[in-house]
């Protein structure tokens, strides 16, 4: 207790030991989450049209390559049939970068500290991080779609709104997961390309984005059915289109809670490795 020198009254601190904050700390979650929207929104030419750019240029590519001649897939035209794939597949490709680099950046810069000293629970650093990822992927989304919309012989209906709505969203979490994972695990820039490279990129092109794993053989269809990425742009495919190779609606529900549970496992082990600081501040 003191004497305010202004009023002459007395000023109560809190005890030592007592938190201040109780609860969450929306000030510093919201402060944390505006930093990371406002760091990728500065570049946003990069970081938000660019992948709508590059989005493009692929449904050009095979378009044209495979499909000429009226080639139907799932009873819709080609460029109708690959465009809910690449628009769900850009927005997790984006959502990891975004969540890959927070981090990371603090570890390659010296500045980790900033983030790690105020007053904020592994919980809120997480959830600032992941939902700044998961706004990032929602913007490029809508910018893939608005490019690929341009595009001749492509047309968007909406099926089932739901499904569009929740594995866009599951897909983007899922990412944005993983993305943080890596930044923890990662001691350079090196290891982040890496998971990119090897991991991230391989498992989004060999996951029915351009094809129905129905024309695969066997052992194939199993592999593919073991890949997540495969549910979250099948079930995106099937909020426009209607019609999915994951299977009936049943099917499709069951891949919707699978993907929840996957995401709260992930998200689990993540918050585990914040709390426990490794490689953060050791």
């Known amino acids: 207790m003191t004497v305010d020198d202004k009023t002459g009254g007395t ?3 809190t005890p030592r030991g007592q938190p201040v904050i109780t609860g969450i700390n929306r000030v510093g979650l919201l402060a944390l989450y505006m930093k990371e929207v406002r760091r990728f929104l500065k570049v946003q030419t990069q970081t938000i049209w660019a992948p709508a750019f590059t989005t493009l240029l692929f449904l050009v590519i095979f378009t044209v390559a495979l499909g000429r001649g009226g080639r139907e897939v799932l009873g819709v035209p ?31 810069q010296g500045t980790i500290i900033d983030l790690l000293m105020p007053p904020l629970s592994p919980g809120e650093l997480m959830s600032g991080i992941i939902a700044a990822a998961m706004t990032r992927a929602v913007l490029v989304g809508f910018a893939v779609a608005l490019a690929i919309a341009l595009w001749p012989g492509v047309s968007f ?9 929740w594995f866009g969203l599951m897909g983007a979490l899922l990412l944005s997961v993983i993305g ?6 990662a001691e350079k820039f090196d290891h982040n390309a890496a998971v990119t490279n090897f991991i991230i990129a391989p ?3 060999l996951s029915g984005t351009f094809y129905v794993i129905d024309n695969l053989g066997a052992v ?7 890949n997540p ?25 069951a ?27 050791t």
């Not at 943080?180 to 695990?185: F, V």
């Not at 019609?243 to 009936?248: L, N, P, V």
Request: glycine letters at 10%; a positive charge; hydrophobic letters at 60%.
């Open 11 to 13: 000023v109560r601190f």
């Open 157 to 165: 209906g909406l099926a089932h709104p739901w499904a569009v709505i």
């Open 255 to 281: 891949a919707a809670a699978g993907l929840l549970v996957l995401n709260a496992l992930l998200a689990a082990a993540v918050y585990g490795l914040l709390r426990s600081g490794w490689k953060l501040k």
């Open 78 to 108: 080609f460029a109708s049939f690959v465009a809910p794939g690449l628009i769900v597949m850009a927005m997790m490709q984006n959502a990891f970068a975004n969540s890959s680099f927070s981090l990371l950046s603090g570890k390659m």
């Open 180 to 185: 943080l994972a890596t930044s923890i695990w």
């Open 220 to 226: 194939f269809q199993w592999i593919s059915r073991l």
């Open 203 to 205: 498992l989004s092109l």
């Open 229 to 253: 990425f495969f549910y979250v742009i099948s079930g995106f495919r099937y909020g426009f289109l209607g019609a999915s190779d994951i299977g009936g609606d049943g099917a499709v529900v």
